[in-house]
């Protein structure tokens, strides 16, 4: 029976296609630890109060990034090159979502409203990350290769989550609340129309790598559309809605350590 657990096994079974999928993570994480760090540095004046909870999110990612090249090492793997159609943050990016990396260049203050958009993006991509992690937990959390890892990655993506829901709806209190919806808005529409453009091309190299028949295949790309037909349906507004985390000041503090693999 095909399902997200035996899909996810197969992957994780065969040395090139585990590397490929450590890679694609790595290089996702790795930049989001970028654009946080350069985010934390040009934060305004008027929200430096905002810029240790943005270091934190970013030396988390940077910590997954690490955390994925050392899932590798321990198979004795190296980092694979990111197909660029696979490469979700950076395709994110040349579609207008987020902060421009030509800005985060820059060393010029961010305006409110940059903070307003990054947070907003980040709570459309965290919820990508919390419900991807929470669905590797499910079902690897007792794994003894990767079940550590997906534990710390997945406790962390659900602290981003809960800071860019705490933060959003302060700067709402503060009269931003029809500048943070419709940035929203756009975001989870853009997002959903990627991640099913990225999932697809990364089944397609997948499938090139494992041998899956087109039959298979074909199953597979079936449900990435049938996915995205509910997201555009409706299934984006799970993405947009604000409410105050039980888990407040989720980023209040140090980041953690990486757990250490043999």
């Known amino acids: 029976m095909l399902s997200a657990k035996s899909l996810f096994q197969e992957i994780l079974a065969n040395d090139e296609s585990f590397a490929l999928f450590c890679s694609i993570a790595a290089s996702g994480e790795s930049q989001g630890g970028w654009e946080n760090a350069r985010i934390a540095a040009l934060v305004p004046e008027s ?10 999110h970013g030396a988390d990612e940077d910590k997954h990034g690490r955390i994925f090249n050392a899932l590798m090492k321990k198979r004795g793997l190296d980092p694979v090159p990111v197909p660029p159609e696979t490469d979700y943050t950076m395709l994110l990016e040349k579609n207008g979502i987020g902060l421009a990396h030509e800005q985060l260049g820059r060393d010029e ?23 991807q992690m929470d669905l590797l937990r499910k079902h690897f959390a007792d794994d003894p290769d990767i079940g550590r890892a997906v534990k710390q990655i997945s406790d962390d993506e659900d602290n981003h989550l809960a800071y860019c829901h705490e933060e959003l709806l302060r700067f709402a209190y503060a009269g931003h609340g029809r500048a943070i919806q419709r940035t929203l808005r756009e975001c989870a529409l853009a997002e959903i129309r990627i991640y099913r453009d990225v999932s697809l091309a990364v089944m397609a190299i ?33 993405m947009v809605s604000l409410e105050m985390p039980e888990r407040r000041d989720a980023l209040g503090g140090p980041a953690s350590a990486a757990p250490e693999f043999a």
């Open 109 to 131: 203050r961010l305006a409110v409203q940059d903070i307003v958009t990054y947070l907003s993006h980040s709570r459309v991509t965290e919820q990508r990350a919390s419900e």
């Open 206 to 238: 997948m499938g090139r790598i494992l041998g899956w028949s087109k039959a298979k295949s074909a199953v597979l790309a079936a449900g990435i559309h049938a996915v995205y037909a509910y997201e555009r349906l409706g299934g984006w507004r799970r």
């Open 47 to 56: 929200e430096r109060g905002l810029a240790p909870k943005i270091t934190r």
